[in-house]
């Protein structure tokens, strides 16, 4: 048995759901998404609960079931409080600015780089110089900042580059002289 699947989903205050046919809705204060849950995978919507049940143990089933809560899970807990991803910029000259929907990045390349941020997606720079990226969906979230971070991701040898917040970089010894 899926152990994510059979786990219910708990509705906090604020947020309302609505279903129609094999489409749940969530609306809330950060914003309102919808996901249509696949054939073969049944939910039941009673009160504060939202519980998941399959057809069948079939491998497809079986895997649909626990997509189908996780996905539904972070619908509701990103309508209710939203998500934050943290991505830190480590470099000489490197830093990022934001201006309207779009991040402008100066990475050590000899152009600006400009990123139009998915709709949903809002941005903003810290004293620090790290770039703190806020959304409701946490799938368009992490897709933005895997974009971004793929400008320049982090190198090896001193560290510079494009980061998460809590990734940890293996550090490489450089080349040494002659003894």
Known sequence: MSRIGNAPITVPKGVTVTTQ?????????????SFTVPEG??????GSEIRFNRASDSRTHRAMHGMARARTANLVNGCGSG?????????????????????????GFSHPISYPLPAGVT?????????????????????????????????????????????RIIRKEGKRGKK
Request: charged content about 25%; glycine content about 12%; cysteine-free.
């Open 21 to 33: 046919g094999q489409t749940i809705s969530v609306k809330g204060p950060v914003g309102s998404l």
């Open 41 to 46: 995978i049944s939910f039941t919507h009673e």
């Open 83 to 107: 998500f934050k991803r943290t991505l830190e910029i480590t470099g000489v000259g490197y830093r990022a600015a934001v201006k309207g929907q779009n991040v402008d990045l100066t990475l």
């Open 123 to 167: 941005a903003e720079v810290t004293k620090e110089g790290k770039l703190v990226l806020t959304a409701a969906d946490r799938s368009v979230l992490g897709q933005a900042a895997a974009d971004i971070r793929a400008f320049r991701p982090p190198e090896p040898y001193k560290g510079k580059g494009v980061k998460y917040e809590n990734e």
